[in-house]
């Protein structure tokens, strides 16, 4: 078995994406009723991008999502954690699926645009946003981890980007007030050249002059793409959301586009065929390809390999 493409799925890639900018920060602030989280991800979008072949558009769209991810595994308490994003609607964008480790790993795709329905959207919004390419959907978020029972809560696709429809997610679903926003900047060529975005949550006992001096600091730092176009880092970002509350950084995570298919998973999954199936697959005298939906990898098992498995169940 050979892996045609190996994109940002091993420890070195890992590294590369840490040493180039891409990390989380987290911290509290106002005595400990707001939280923070912000990301630095544009190693991390660039590499989705890389890997799945992305226009413009679908890599802003799944770099939004892959962020977020990223983000909200930060915010749980169990480092075996994983976190799932799934938005699905009935526009010219489909379906975008984000999955995410407390190790800051993620990894996701998107569908192909419907492009007859994008091109609309573009006649009458100019560039559009993600909650509008989706138009009418839902975005499911999966909690998940070892112990215990999978948590799944669903809301409304929201217009905007992708950071409004959480910001309602979390209101809705787990009654914590929080802003969040993520933005992924491409140039006219098609390349991204900065990503990032921000978490910021009220903890309970929190008072409405918090409240007020959040949205006022939130309003007066403008707009996200702005900040990330001047190179704001996220301890910046942070700290101009957060001024006057007294921010502490707590802990800093690498973050980047990492996929753990490999060989193991692609036999596996070959070995699970019945032993008619891969007598099939011989006498058609072509190879097996195992693609991988979250970062693009193939892997050959060739036919000399599949008769092996064959002769071995005689």
């Known amino acids: 078995m ?36 912000a990301i630095s991800g544009t190693q991390t979008v660039q590499s989705a991008q890389r890997a799945h072949e992305l226009d413009s558009f679908r890599a802003s769209a799944l770099g939004q999502l ?71 959907g839902t975005l499911t978020v999966v909690r998940t981890n070892p112990w215990m029972e999978p948590y799944v809560s669903q809301v409304e696709v929201a217009p905007g980007q992708i950071g409004q429809t959480l910001t309602l997610y979390y209101l809705a679903s787990e009654q914590i007030p929080t802003h969040v926003a993520v933005e992924a900047l491409v140039d006219e060529g098609g390349a991204v050249q900065a990503a990032g975005g921000y978490l910021v949550q009220l903890m309970p006992g929190y008072s409405e002059e918090l409240v007020d001096q959040l949205a006022a600091n939130v309003s007066r730092a403008g707009s996200l793409k702005d900040l990330l176009a001047e190179g704001v880092s996220p301890t910046e970002l942070v700290e101009k959301l957060l001024e006057g509350m007294c921010f502490s950084q707590t802990e800093t995570l690498p973050a980047s586009f990492h996929c753990d298919c490999g ?16 007598r099939s697959i011989v006498a058609d005298g072509e190879p097996v390809r195992v693609n991988c939906d979250y970062c693009g990898s193939t892997y050959v098992i060739s036919l000399e390999q599949i008769q092996q498995l064959i002769d071995a169940r005689a």
């Open 2 to 37: 050979t892996d045609e493409r190996n994109i940002s799925s091993s420890p070195s890639a890992e590294a590369a994406a840490t040493s180039s900018g891409d990390h989380i920060i987290r911290g509290t602030a106002a005595k400990g009723f707001v939280r923070a989280f």
């Open 66 to 136: 892959l962020m977020a991810a990223q983000m909200m595994t930060c915010t749980g308490k169990d480092e075996g954690e994983e976190l799932a994003l799934m938005a699905r609607g009935n526009g010219a964008l489909s379906n975008i699926t984000a999955i995410a480790n407390t190790k800051g790993q993620a990894k996701g795709y998107v569908s192909q645009l419907d492009q007859v329905r994008f091109r609309q959207l573009r006649a009458t919004m100019g560039q559009p946003d993600v909650g509008s390419a989706l138009g009418q």
């Open 263 to 278: 060989f193991e998973r692609a036999w596996k999954t070959v070995s699970s065929l019945g032993t008619d199936e891969l």
